[in-house]
């Protein structure tokens, strides 16, 4: 066995996942090939959030079936949501599968992808940390999960039946971690949790994940950027807030889901927050963090929605004017209180004439604060080149196209912003000769660099 491939749906939580089982495969001398065809071990990691992303993965595990039947030395393993959430239906279905992992636990999860290597690589001793060498490049942008489940109960949510009770990575193992990744080429590194706001809780005393932040910002030399997703506006703290202020590498960045416009809603959802209280969640951050950018998930079409109830989640996108959006159409899970209690009632036309109104409208506002931002200079991290543009995204989180070479790939260069798009904008690089003196500005700090 000598190379391995690894498709990745869902959540960021499984592109970290996925990225340290591809570091461990790569230390046991395994190459990665982009085409999974060419590959003796396949793994696929999995996401039961909507039916559609779990339609997404079932259509690739089908179509693995010729290339493991082809070979009795292959291997295919399914990891992460839908391998908790239905291990039998996937042995059923796809009775060539060789190994079902969940993704509650990473050890647990190397572990078992261990167990199906030839004994010869399965053999070799345990490797506890990371190693020096041959781990491979790390990306521009890292993944850190620095809480694992979720606690909330959520009434449409699967991830705590698929992802389990919250477990916090210690503090001294989130910042090795995050070093090793800035070592291997990482500029910038978002900080994961399904609910990143409850991270620490369970010790005693706390250790906050404002005290992570401000750990990690101040012990991995060579970082650039840190960001942390996603945060439950519930739970957002004035003391949170006012460390993304002050930590300088921390990114004024604030993603937080509402949901739903309407009290009725949010109640049955049992997201344990009214839509005032989310308000003043926003009025918190932006009076705080005048340049911060704030973005969300929605609902469309959950149990009981009238049109009443979408009306106010129309005049919450209005109100907020969110920086971004991801709008989606409810779709009942197995194993959640909303299916089991009131199924699917909403038709699926009045969901997707929801979801059109909501989409449009988000649309053009996130369009309108982009143009708003033409003029203004800032910062991208280059994440990377396509069609002779190098992207990446700015502080604030807009993602940012504009020329320049491939050196730049991973380093921050200031841009004046020069169009708006949809979800984007355009910029040019600035010279060294501009009037602001970029090395004076302490890297990262949006408010700072934003001067034109
Ligand atoms: N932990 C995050 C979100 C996890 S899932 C949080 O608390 O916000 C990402 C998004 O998917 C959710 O915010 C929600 O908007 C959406 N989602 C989750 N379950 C869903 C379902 N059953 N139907 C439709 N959308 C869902
Ligand atoms: Fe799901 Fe709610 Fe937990 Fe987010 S906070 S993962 S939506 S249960
Ligand atoms: Fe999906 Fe699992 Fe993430 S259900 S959203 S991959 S935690």
């Not at 921390?250 to 009290?263: E, K, L, M, R, T």
């Not at 009076?287 to 973005?295: G, H, L, N, V």
Request: glycine fraction near 6%; hydrophobic fraction near 40%; charged fraction near 25%.
């Amino acid at each position: 066995m000598q190379t391995f491939h690894i498709r990745t749906f869902g959540c960021q939580m499984n592109e970290a996942d996925s990225q340290e089982i591809r570091e461990m495969l790569l230390s046991l001398g395994l190459t990665e090939t982009e085409n999974w065809e060419n590959a003796d071990l396949v793994l696929v990691n999995t996401c039961s959030v909507r039916k559609k992303a779990e339609e997404k993965a079932f259509s690739f595990i089908g179509e693995t079936r010729a290339w493991r039947e082809a070979d009795s030395g292959r291997r295919l393993a399914v990891m992460g949501c839908i391998a908790a959430r239905d291990p039998d239906g996937i042995r059923r279905r796809f009775e060539f599968v060789d190994a079902i992992i969940p993704g509650k636990d990473l050890d647990a999860m190397k572990k078992s992808v261990r167990d199906i290597l030839p004994e010869d690589l399965a053999l070799l001793p345990h490797l506890s940390g990371y190693p020096a060498s041959n781990h491979g490049s790390s990306p521009v942008v890292g993944m850190v999960s620095v809480i694992r489940g979720c606690n909330n109960a959520c009434s449409f949510c699967i991830v705590p039946y698929v992802r389990g009770r919250e477990v916090s990575v210690p503090p001294e193992k989130v910042v090795d971690r995050v070093a090793r990744l800035v070592e291997g080429g990482s500029a910038e590194i978002y900080l994961l949790g399904q609910s990143i706001l409850d991270y620490g809780k369970e010790w005693t005393p706390p250790f906050l994940l404002e005290d992570l932040l401000a750990k990690v910002a101040s012990e991995v030399p060579g970082l650039r950027r840190l960001r942390f997703i996603t945060s439950h506006p519930k739970d957002v703290t004035r003391r949170l807030v006012e460390a993304v202020r002050d930590i300088p590498l921390v990114a004024p960045y604030f993603h937080i889901p509402f949901q739903s416009g309407s009290d009725k809603i949010l109640e049955r959802m049992r997201r344990d927050i009214t839509v005032q209280q989310y308000y003043e969640t926003v009025d918190l951050i932006r009076s705080t963090i005048p340049s911060a950018s704030i973005s969300t998930d929605i609902i469309v079409g959950f149990p009981g929605e009238t049109d009443e109830d979408f009306e106010g989640t129309m005049e919450v996108v209005e109100r907020v004017r969110f920086d971004g959006a991801f709008v989606f159409k409810y779709s009942p899970r197995e194993h959640t209180l909303a299916r089991l209690k009131w199924g699917d009632p909403v038709p699926p036309t009045v969901k997707s004439q929801r979801f059109i109104r909501l989409y449009n409208r988000v649309k053009d506002i996130v369009f309108e604060k982009n143009r708003e931002k033409v003029g203004t200079i800032g910062e991208v991290l280059v994440e990377g080149a396509r069609d002779g543009m190098l992207y990446g995204r700015l502080a604030d989180y807009r993602m940012t196209h504009f020329r320049g070479p491939p050196e730049w790939i991973g380093q921050l260069i200031p841009v004046r912003i020069e169009s708006a798009q949809n979800w984007s904008l355009r910029a040019v690089a600035l010279s060294e000769h501009t009037s602001i003196n970029f090395s004076e500005a302490r890297p990262g700090n949006h408010q700072e660099v934003i001067a034109s």
